[in-house]
């Protein structure tokens, strides 16, 4: 992956790129616009190719970019009236129909997550996903019998998943048909920043999709504990987060209340 210069036969020397990026350079001998990168800096943001007005930035196996009408006004869109009753109605779902879903579906939640802005455009984490009943029932035995090795945890869930275990097959899950999960090789802090958006991204998809889903906080700090259980879910990495993700079975009449906060100094 990488840029690869400038297409001249496409290039009007409009300068763009050299507001954009400081790895363009101008050559007033041949007054033309030309890209250096020595020190290998550039970390493929793609913010050159997105404002040359051309379309000549050459790049290689960066991904396809996208044009499309209202890019540039983003407003018109979607509403910001509209873009709140939808965060509103964002649920956390615990219930789900026993029916999976289809992988065309699946498939446009890991295509909003690769949108997901990460820091210094790192985009080192990788998705999976666990959608066999037998695995996840697997899974959360492992899940609960860690916990429950913590007294702190026993005193405060070992009720609850008792109660829950006769209520589902895998508690922990609340018995979602999938599970997916995002891992980072790294364990810098920035990383849990980078992997608590691309899920909020993959929720929010989800909920687009007429999907529910919850943040399972419950396996990842089971895992972090024991990476055997990472293992289990045939995980690679240091730094993990998951959603259950599934067709709700649960309606609701209204948004839960939440008490608006005043920011200090506004």
């Given at each position: 992956?990488?840029?690869k210069?400038?297409?001249?036969d496409?290039?009007?020397?409009?300068?763009?790129c050299?507001?954009?990026?400081?790895?363009?350079?101008?050559d007033?001998?041949?007054?033309?616009?030309f890209?250096?990168?020595?020190?290998d800096?550039?970390?493929?943001?793609?913010?050159?190719i997105?404002?040359c007005?051309e379309d000549a930035?050459l790049?290689d196996?960066l991904?396809?970019?996208?044009?499309?009408?209202?890019?540039?006004?983003?407003e018109?869109i979607?509403?910001?009236?509209?873009?709140?009753?939808?965060?509103?109605?964002h649920?956390s779902?615990r219930?789900?129909?026993r029916?999976?879903?289809p992988k065309?579906?699946?498939?446009?939640?890991?295509?909003a997550?690769?949108?997901a802005p990460?820091?210094?455009n790192?985009?080192?984490e990788?998705?999976?996903?666990?959608?066999?009943?037998d695995?996840?029932k697997?899974?959360n035995d492992?899940?609960?019998?860690e916990l429950?090795?913590?007294?702190?945890?026993?005193?405060k869930?070992?009720?609850?998943?008792?109660l829950?275990?006769k209520?589902?097959?895998?508690?922990?899950?609340f018995?979602?048909?999938?599970?997916i999960?995002?891992?980072?090789p790294?364990?810098?802090?920035?990383e849990a920043n980078?992997i608590g958006?691309i899920?909020?991204?993959?929720r929010?998809?989800a909920?687009?999709l007429?999907?529910?889903?919850?943040?399972?906080?419950?396996t990842q700090?089971?895992?972090?504990?024991?990476?055997?259980?990472?293992k289990l879910?045939?995980?690679?990495?240091?730094?993990?987060g998951?959603?259950?993700?599934?067709?709700?079975s649960?309606?609701?009449h209204r948004?839960?209340?939440?008490k608006?906060?005043?920011?200090e100094?506004?």
């Amino acid at each position: 992956m990488s840029i690869k210069g400038i297409d001249y036969d496409k290039c009007s020397t409009c300068k763009q790129c050299l507001i954009t990026c400081t790895l363009f350079r101008y050559d007033k001998e041949n007054q033309r616009v030309f890209f250096q990168d020595s020190d290998d800096f550039c970390n493929l943001c793609g913010h050159c190719i997105a404002r040359c007005p051309e379309d000549a930035i050459l790049y290689d196996n960066l991904g396809k970019p996208y044009e499309f009408e209202n890019l540039n006004t983003p407003e018109k869109i979607v509403s910001y009236e509209d873009l709140l009753k939808f965060f509103k109605a964002h649920r956390s779902i615990r219930r789900y129909r026993r029916k999976k879903v289809p992988k065309k579906t699946l498939e446009k939640v890991f295509e909003a997550m690769n949108y997901a802005p990460t820091a210094a455009n790192a985009r080192t984490e990788k998705f999976s996903i666990i959608s066999d009943n037998d695995k996840l029932k697997e899974v959360n035995d492992a899940v609960i019998n860690e916990l429950m090795k913590d007294e702190g945890m026993k005193r405060k869930y070992g009720t609850l998943f008792k109660l829950l275990s006769k209520a589902f097959h895998y508690p922990i899950f609340f018995d979602a048909p999938h599970v997916i999960f995002v891992t980072s090789p790294f364990n810098h802090e920035q990383e849990a920043n980078n992997i608590g958006i691309i899920i909020t991204y993959g929720r929010l998809a989800a909920e687009s999709l007429g999907l529910g889903t919850c943040w399972n906080g419950w396996t990842q700090i089971a895992m972090n504990r024991n990476p055997d259980i990472r293992k289990l879910a045939n995980l690679k990495g240091k730094r993990v987060g998951l959603f259950t993700i599934g067709y709700p079975s649960v309606k609701f009449h209204r948004t839960a209340p939440r008490k608006i906060k005043k920011p200090e100094g506004f």
